[in-house]
């Protein structure tokens, strides 16, 4: 890990003090591709620094804030890395929630089908659903929704292949 101990840094938000900058630097490894933020960090991995004893920063906010200015109201920051502890600026940009989950989708990262934390259904099960709806007349959407504690659109998303298209 790099020294950062004397190094003067210009602030882009002139809020914060060379002994904030510098004691947040102390928790930054840098590597050959990202800046990584090794201290506290949240359960999806976003770096959390404390400002002080009242306030609670994400990492890569405030080294947003440092190296590139104020943070509009309702803007995230995002990472071009896709590395969540990463606090190098070149980096995180600006963006909307819209903006950052069309990125997901582009980079092939969004959760999906049982990946997703509130899923009920699998792969197997999602199988057995269109199997039994193919093969068995007297089986309709709701008797399966009911059967497998689902709704009957949720259903006829999936035997419709709407949804779960990936399972063949």
Not at 106 to 116: A, V
Not at 150 to 168: A, G, L, Q, T
């Amino acid at each position: 890990m790099k020294k950062v101990s004397k190094q003067k840094f210009d602030a882009k938000v002139k809020k914060y003090s060379q002994k904030t900058i510098r004691r947040f630097f102390k928790h930054v490894k840098k590597t050959k591709r990202c800046w990584l933020w090794t201290a506290s960090k949240m359960w999806k991995g976003y770096g959390n620094f404390r400002l002080n004893k009242k306030t609670l920063l994400r990492s890569h906010r405030f080294a947003y804030e440092i190296f590139k200015g104020r943070i509009p109201r309702n803007k995230l920051v995002c990472h071009k890395c896709d590395v969540r502890n990463c606090v190098k600026p070149q980096h995180l940009w600006l963006g909307t929630p819209e903006l950052n989950s069309k990125d997901m989708v582009k980079k092939k990262r969004q959760s999906k089908g049982e990946d997703l934390p509130h899923s009920v259904l699998t792969v197997k099960k999602v199988k057995r659903i269109r199997r039994e709806y193919k093969h068995n007349k007297r089986m309709t959407q709701a008797r399966l929704a009911k059967k497998y504690h689902v709704n009957s659109s949720v259903i006829s998303e999936i035997v419709n292949r709407i949804s779960w298209k990936s399972v063949r």
